[in-house]
């Protein structure tokens, strides 16, 4: 518990995998700042961990850094090269950085590392561009045949299905799986109007006329800081992409920090 870590740091101010895990415990709450004083505190003491550099690619990615998380992550890499969940998280942040082939690099590497390692071959099927079928493309329909025991989440598996027989030239098994795909994902979705309802009300009287008021004035006073505000499913991220198209403009992403008010 987050207790535990707290008193084994008071014990001992250089237990870095106290902080670590008590790092882990403030970003899975979203207390950001908080989570990084104590990675920052771990690498100090500890440089040498590859679980503190890991952490701290995983802190990058929440604050929208990714030239931050892939230098994180390659030192992680360089300390625990057989790790291969570190080349998964370095080809993550790859892909979402637009580096395709470099994500493509890393994913292989996984995958080499430990086969069985399917985590990865998702995403790498999901990023490179198949022109014939190989060994990954031969895994993925085997597990298509099977996906109960693929290992995998079966809606990722079948989009990742999807993908691979459109770049083969195969669009109508490449339809049949997005369609097996969209319906292994509803299934696992639990919603309901009653809770969508409850939902609403209870931003409402969160934010009624009186807390806005009082937090009126507060906040950065800089004018060129644009903040995009709404209830839920409200189209706020496609007018932040709009606005971000702008070249003076940059997109900050969502930011936990809102969420602390």
């Not at 892939?70 to 979402?96: F, H, S, T």
């Not at 590497?109 to 099927?125: N, Q, T």
């Not at 996906?147 to 083969?168: C, H, I, T």
């Not at 807390?211 to 007018?239: A, H």
Request: aromatic share 6%; charged share 30%.
């Amino acid at each position: 518990s987050a207790a535990a870590y707290e008193k084994a740091i008071e014990l001992d101010p250089r237990a870095a995998r106290a902080m670590h895990n008590l790092a882990m415990l403030r970003m899975n709450d979203k207390r950001i700042e908080e989570a990084q004083r104590l990675l920052d505190a771990a690498l100090a003491v500890a440089p040498g961990m590859p679980e503190l550099w890991n952490g701290a690619g995983t802190l990058a990615r929440l604050r929208n850094d990714p030239q931050r998380a892939i230098d994180c992550y390659e030192k992680a890499i360089a300390l625990a090269p057989r790790m291969a969940g570190l080349r998964l998280n370095l080809g993550q942040v790859l892909r979402e950085a637009g580096r395709s082939d470099e994500a493509v690099a890393a994913y292989e590497a996984a995958v080499r590392i430990e086969p069985r390692f399917h985590s990865a071959r998702i995403p790498l099927c999901l990023t490179k561009t198949f022109a014939e079928p190989d060994d990954h493309v031969r895994w993925l329909e085997q597990s298509a045949a099977d996906p109960a025991n693929a290992g995998v989440p079966e809606d990722e598996l079948w989009f990742a299905v999807s993908k691979v027989r459109g770049d083969l030239g195969d669009a109508d098994g490449s339809f049949q799986a997005l369609l097996r795909g969209n319906a292994a994902r509803r299934a696992t979705i639990r919603w309901s109007i009653d809770d969508a309802r409850a939902q609403f009300a209870a931003i409402r009287r969160r934010w009624d006329r009186a807390t806005v008021e009082r937090l009126r004035g507060r906040g950065d006073p800089d004018p060129t800081m644009i903040f995009v505000l709404g209830m839920p499913r409200s189209n706020k991220s496609m007018t932040e992409q709009i606005l971000a198209t702008h070249p003076r403009v940059f997109g900050a992403g969502e930011l936990y920090e809102v969420e602390t008010i």
